[in-house]
T-cell receptor, first 113, second 112 residues
Framework: DTEVTQTPKHLVMGMTNKKSLKCEQH?????MYWYKQKAKKPPELMFV???????INESVPSRFSPECPNSSLLNLHLHALQPEDSALYLC????????????FGEGSRLTVL | GESVGLHLPTLSVQEGDNSIINCAYS??????FIWYKQESGKGPQFIID?????DKRQGQRVTVLLNKTVKHLSLQIAATQPGDSAVYFC???????????FGKGMKLTVNP
């Protein structure tokens, strides 16, 4: 299994809603990532988890809250988002010996109204 | 030919031609470089990587060249096919860091 699975594929939410994005991989990878991608722009790193512990937070606003329940799962909890947070949210994982070779999911397309 | 659109540069080539996609990186501390391909509606996909102790690495139909003197990276695709149409990103990773930083990207369009 070489897939990273993200759900939902599409999400529309209001600014007062609370929602979560989910990511799952079964490749035994110990590093997992959240990236944000706006249209026609490169992916921007948000968070990195290494061995289920948060190792990098790229000064992301607290309305985004990551969670790594176990080595296969990564969540991104969303609360009180702004319309400018609308983007494609990409999850990725990598093997500890190949940290630059990220396996990406297809992303969750988020629209904040 | 190559053109710069709104935010995303574009390269158009004919099927069968060789393509060259260029990238300039900024961090002198980066010692690991990767090329990713992103097709429409999908996440980025790893193509090929190179470490700073090398200046060339070849894969299947792809070659990556690294010039550390001018901080320049290029991806050469031989005999470009319609399936190669995508946005290509270079990415750099500093020594000892888990942080992978993506460059601006270039859209490759292959005309049949």
């Amino acid at each position: 299994d070489t897939e990273v699975t993200q759900t939902p594929k599409h999400l529309v939410m209001g600014m007062t809603n609370k929602k979560s994005l989910k990511c799952e991989q079964h490749m035994g990878h110990r590093a997992m990532y959240w990236y944000k991608q706006k249209a026609k722009k490169p992916p921007e790193l948000m968070f990195v988890y290494s061995y289920e512990k948060l190792s990098i937070n790229e000064s992301v606003p607290s309305r985004f809250s990551p969670e790594c329940p176990n080595s296969s799962l990564l969540n991104l909890h969303l609360h009180a988002l702004q319309p400018e947070d609308s983007a494609l949210y990409l999850c990725a994982s990598s093997h500890r010996d190949r940290e630059g070779e990220l396996f990406f999911g297809e992303g969750s397309r988020l629209t904040v109204l | 030919g190559e053109s710069v659109g709104l935010h995303l540069p574009t390269l158009s080539v004919q099927e069968g031609d060789n393509s060259i996609i260029n990238c300039a990186y900024s961090n002198s501390a980066s010692d690991y470089f990767i090329w990713y391909k992103q097709e429409s509606g999908k996440g980025p996909q790893f193509i090929i990587d190179i470490r700073s102790n090398m200046d060339k690495r070849q894969g299947q139909r792809v070659t990556v060249l690294l010039n550390k003197t001018v901080k320049h990276l290029s991806l050469q695709i031989a005999a470009t096919q319609p399936g190669d149409s995508a946005v290509y990103f270079c990415a750099e990773q500093p020594t000892g860091s888990e942080k992978l930083v993506f460059g601006k990207g270039m859209k490759l369009t292959v005309n049949p």
